[in-house]
């Protein structure tokens, strides 16, 4: 069983917030429906009736979560929802979002996609001064701040509270008349805006806008805050300028591939990281297959680049939860096997190139070669679809630590032998923004470079679990 201590380091979420909307509940369940990748251990809806606020959270799928009569019940025009995604932790009720709490200021609801870096830190200073805290969540720290705010105006407490804490932020806040939308000023976790008719929605990715049925505005900025009320959309930027910092790994992996996330495509740049991919590691090879669904695009991308047939040669089941859900390496392994099949039809006696996104512990590869193997290639060339992921997140993507990653403490080389193919090659750093046409790298790629945009206050790195060695793991 995880300690609360190791909860903590796992806040991959999906965000959204609707105003001025008579079914504003339904339009957030929707968007959570559509942002579902972005967190599938629990799923919260908090609603403003006007005079209070009224919420349902609970474990597990937004689809088994809400039911029509759950929905009714959230009346209000305006709404927040939340998806999260925890892969270690304990599922506790207690960590879904939105939180919910009665200050002084009244009712206020919140929904955090990112991770601060000195919670722990900023939390143990409000504890001294006798806060006591009901999750161990580090949202719940910028609500204490809230709280502690002589401010009249909510955007002004939030502003104050937002001004202590530093890390990856894309918040959206709900009172019982504002909806407050909050991106941190480096620009980490992205957050659009977008209209249905005269209701304002915001959302982390432009593919809830669609099954929303919603226009996309615009991005909201890093570093902006914007109050969504009766007065109107008033937009304040609080915080000094800093360089923005979006995450590079949503593009990679992360987003879906019909959202529009920092005003790109995701689709697009995840075939031109391709191209460049096939540019970068060319082999003579009779097929390429990616590895679904993350090595799609980067396989399309790579075959048109290579001139080498694209095939489907791995068949996935769509039932089964993301790999990082399982919490044990034994279950991990047999995990590979339930959600990918090869397809000997398509792979006897050729040379086949695998497209994946990324390579983390080297476990899913290692059986999808094993697995092309047996299904009668005569050559497998892994290829990856980003750098070496060499150093943990801590701005909200789950990584496991940094003994984990293969790719930190071994060479190529010794990874092509752990994963056991002919060749394995991965897309150079320069490569990785080969998308951007020569437009600034203003991007954060700490888990490929280890350059931390922010530092992270010792003692809240993420948890260190049991030493991990696959290629010792694999000799034995
Ligand atoms: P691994 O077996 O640890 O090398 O896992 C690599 C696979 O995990 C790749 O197919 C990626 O698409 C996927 N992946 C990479 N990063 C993450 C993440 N943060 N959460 C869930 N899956 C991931």
């Not at 991106?183 to 805006?193: K, T, W």
């Not at 977008?194 to 982390?204: E, L, N, P, R, T």
């Not at 080498?308 to 590979?336: A, C, K, M, W």
């Not at 032998?417 to 790298?441: C, H, K, M, Q, V």
Request: glycine fraction near 8%; charged fraction near 25%; charge should be negative.
């Amino acid at each position: 069983m995880l300690t609360e201590d190791q909860d903590r380091f796992h806040e991959e979420c999906g965000v959204v917030g609707v105003y001025g909307h008579p079914e504003a509940a339904n339009l957030a369940y929707l968007a959570l429906y559509a942002l579902q990748h972005r967190g599938q251990e629990s799923s919260g809806i908090v609603s403003s009736r006007g005079d209070a606020l009224i919420s349902h959270r609970g474990l597990g799928l937004v689809a088994d979560i809400f039911k029509p009569d759950i929905i009714a019940r959230l009346v209000g025009t305006a709404a927040i929802g939340h998806n999260r995604y925890a892969t270690h932790g304990e599922t506790i009720l207690k960590n879904a979002q939105p939180l919910v709490v009665e200050y002084a200021g009244g009712a206020l609801a919140v929904a955090h996609n990112g991770n601060l870096v000195d919670a722990d830190v900023v939390r143990e200073q409000l504890e001294a001064n006798g806060s006591i805290f009901q999750s161990n969540s580090d949202t719940e720290v910028v609500i204490h701040l809230i709280a502690q705010s002589r401010s009249e105006r909510l955007i002004d407490r939030v502003t104050a509270a937002l001004a202590q804490v530093r890390g990856a932020y894309s918040m959206v806040f709900l009172s019982k008349d504002e909806l407050i939308a909050a991106r941190d000023p480096m620009g980490f976790r992205p957050l659009v805006l977008g209209q249905v008719k005269d209701a304002w929605v915001v959302v982390s990715e432009t593919c809830a806008l669609d099954l929303m049925n919603a226009t996309y505005v615009r991005e909201i900025e890093p570093g902006e805050v914007l109050v969504i009320s009766e007065r109107g959309l008033e937009s304040f930027h609080p915080f000094p300028e800093t360089p923005h910092r979006r995450c590079v790994f949503e593009y990679v992996y992360f987003a879906r591939p019909d959202s529009r996330v920092f005003d790109r495509t995701v689709y697009q740049v995840r075939r031109a990281l391709g191209r460049q991919l096939a540019r970068e590691t060319h082999v003579e090879a009779d097929l390429v297959t990616p590895v679904p669904d993350s090595g799609v695009p980067a396989a399309l991308g790579y075959a048109e680049e290579a001139g080498i047939p694209y095939q489907l040669g791995l068949i996935r089941n769509h039932y089964v939860g993301r790999t990082f859900i399982e919490p044990t390496d034994s279950i991990r392994h047999f995990g590979v096997r339930v959600k990918l099949n090869a397809m000997p039809e398509l792979m006897q006696g050729k040379r086949v190139v695998v497209v994946d996104d990324s390579l983390v512990r080297g476990t899913t590869s290692r059986k999808i070669v094993a697995m092309i193997r047996a299904a009668g290639a005569s050559e497998v060339h892994m290829r990856i679809c980003s750098p070496p992921t060499i150093s943990p997140c801590y701005y909200g993507i789950d990584t496991p630590t940094r003994e984990e990653l293969v790719g930190a403490s071994h060479s190529v080389e010794e990874i092509r032998r752990f994963i056991g193919a002919d060749t394995l090659a991965y897309l150079s750093e320069e490569g990785l923004y080969a998308f951007l046409n020569g437009s600034p790298r203003d991007f954060c790629d700490a888990c490929f470079t280890g350059r931390y945009p922010i530092e992270v206050t010792p003692g809240s790195e993420p948890r260190q679990l049991h030493l991990f060695n696959a290629i010792e793991r694999a000799a034995r």
